[in-house]
């Protein structure tokens, strides 16, 4: 019996010390305190901010925006759907662009957009964009790799133009040797309609990641591109384009990354425009020489600064936005590398960072140059992906940067989404359809702060005349611990209960929690998940009219209208 008494004691000392312990863990997460104010409307959100590239399931995301774009669409001979891959694949000239696509479209000319467009119809995606050739040359329609005896101009390759100085025709000319853009317009617009039609494409790319085309499509520019070359190319596509469809986006550069940013990519001119100029980076010259434009044709031809971002931080195995999920310091390099866009206090570990990373954090640099030289710029990040998609990390990762996006005022913004990528769909989801029932976060964003724990972000809106529906997304980037928060609202609304959605753990799927019934004083209190996107749908009382008082009221109204008939009665008599 003694010695079953001590084990018992035993037992119980060490269940008492777990509990400490565990206590003592959680006591280690300090709270968040979080507050949001409803009254304090800070922008308004645009809605093109959730929206992805061709190639991603539209059934599994509620995007707002789509966009057809990347390499292949450079060399796309519209005539008749071929186009060159370039160094993605072996300079390989095919019908990759609509391979799969539904039949009707396969020998139409056009296809690849007329799918596209259909595919975003099919979608309920309000806002397209279309790339339009600027490379110079398109594939001529023979399959193939096509190898260095064939580089442009040769017969393997049509040549480009805007213009066809000739009356329009919906069957366009094969056998010519060139393909005509705003010929490609028109037929369009016959099609699907232009950017009014709610069927057409509302927006179009002046090409794709031009400062690497001596790389990717060597086949046709055989030395890098100037600073001074693009810009002309730019002026007269873009003009092209307004001449066609005024009301239509245009979108420009497309630069794929921090050195064409910066330099575009080292061009050769770019040294003297710079020092000519006092420009900061290639950014600043691109936007100063759009503005001139505007000036040159008595309108703007450049709506919107078109960027790629794809981050280059590392984890801490060594490898750019690398899977390696076990390593703690990995995940936080994923969570951490949104931070470049906006967090001057961060540098991120990479060859960025290690050349001095003069423009992070990015975004109040992008805005600055544009209040500078070309004010009323829109800005989109066309292509971005933080990694991570087939992780909760990913998700996490997506949802933070489409929060600083609607923060920062970005236009339009569409993930370049590879073939793992349910976490960061649910993410956009959270933000555009986080119940199944079409139901987003709003389109005003609102007041809100966060105090005592890093780890945690808030991205409060309201829609526009609803102001008794309060939606958060709140972000925890704690990889192990869950993190209480102490949630405030202040408004003279008073809020009694919230539903709650959750992304967090081994499943993309968006689940639905147990509510909040309660809210008392406009103040609550929630424990977050660890690496988790949680939203809170917060509502108001609703006032609740008692059977007796309807009943009275209703006999008053009965009342009121029976005096008002034998009056009525009385005096036309007289």
């Avoid at 707002?64 to 390989?92: I, P, Q, T």
């Avoid at 086949?219 to 239509?248: F, G, H, W, Y």
């Avoid at 390696?324 to 936080?332: A, K, R």
Wanted: aromatic fraction near 10%; include cysteine; glycine fraction near 8%.
């Amino acid at each position: 019996m003694k010695a079953s008494g001590k084990k018992k004691i035993s037992a119980l000392i060490a269940a008492v010390s777990a509990a400490a312990i565990a206590q003592t863990v959680s006591a280690e997460q300090p709270a968040a305190e979080i507050t949001v104010c409803p009254e304090n409307a800070v922008r308004k959100i645009s809605p093109y901010i959730y929206g992805v590239n061709s190639g991603v399931d539209l059934n599994s995301v509620s995007a707002k925006s789509f966009r057809l774009g990347g390499n292949r669409l450079s060399a796309y001979n519209w005539e008749n759907n071929y186009s060159n891959a370039g160094s993605d694949y072996h300079n390989s000239t095919d019908l990759y662009l609509v391979q799969n696509v539904p039949e009707e479209f396969k020998k139409a000319p056009g296809g690849a957009a007329l799918a596209a467009a259909d595919e975003a119809d099919k979608g309920n995606v309000p806002y397209r964009l279309l790339t339009l050739q600027m490379l110079g040359y398109a594939a001529a329609g023979k399959r193939g790799n096509v190898t260095e005896e064939y580089a442009a101009p040769s017969e393997k390759w049509v040549k480009v133009e805007n213009r066809k100085g000739s009356e329009f025709t919906l069957e366009p000319d094969k056998k010519d040797g060139v393909i005509y853009m705003d010929e490609y317009l028109n037929y369009l617009f016959n099609k699907i309609g232009n950017s009014e039609s709610g069927t057409g494409f509302s927006a179009y790319a002046l090409d794709n990641e031009p400062a690497l085309w001596s790389g990717t499509h060597s086949m046709v520019q055989r030395s890098p591109l100037t600073c001074s070359e693009l810009v002309s190319r730019s002026k007269d596509l873009a003009s092209m384009i307004k001449e066609m469809d005024e009301n239509a986006d245009v979108f420009g550069p497309s630069l794929y990354g921090y050195a064409a940013y910066d330099s575009f990519q080292g061009a050769p001119d770019w040294g003297e425009l710079k020092d000519a100029n006092g420009y900061r980076w290639f950014i600043d010259y691109y936007l100063d020489e759009m503005s001139k434009a505007e000036q040159e044709y008595g309108h703007r031809i450049l709506d919107v600064l078109d960027l790629h971002y794809y981050t280059e931080a590392k984890g801490e195995c060594g490898e750019r936005s690398c899977s390696n999920y076990d390593n703690d310091g990995c995940v936080t390099a994923r969570l951490n590398s949104v931070r470049s866009l906006y967090d001057e206090n961060y540098r991120e570990n990479s060859w960025i960072a290690d050349a001095g990373a003069e423009f992070f954090p990015l975004l109040p640099n992008i805005e600055q140059s544009i209040e500078k030289y070309y004010p009323g710029t829109k800005l989109a990040f066309t292509e971005y992906n933080f990694g991570g998609g087939d992780h909760i990390s990913g998700g996490v990762a997506e949802a933070d940067t489409l929060g600083i996006f609607a923060e920062h005022g970005v236009y339009f913004a569409s993930i370049w989404s590879f073939d793992q990528n349910a976490y960061q769909l649910s993410a956009i989801n959270m933000f555009t359809n986080y119940d199944g029932m079409g139901n987003g976060l709003g389109d005003t964003l609102i007041g809100s702060s966060v105090s005592g724990n890093e780890d945690i972000s808030v991205y409060p809106a309201v829609n526009e005349g609803e102001p008794d529906t309060v939606r958060m997304i709140v972000t925890n980037r704690s990889l192990h611990d869950e993190t209480p928060a102490k949630i405030s609202v202040d408004s003279e609304i008073g809020f009694t209960s919230a539903e709650v959605y959750s992304l967090s753990g081994d499943s993309a799927e968006i689940k639905r929690l147990e509510d909040i019934a309660e809210i008392s004083g406009n103040n609550f209190e929630y424990s977050l998940p660890p690496l988790s996107v949680t939203e809170f749908v917060l509502k108001r009382e609703e006032k609740k009219i008692s059977p007796l008082f309807t009943a009275i009221s209703a006999a008053a109204v009965a009342a009121f209208v029976t005096a008002a008939v034998l009056l009525v009665r009385k005096f036309s008599k007289k």
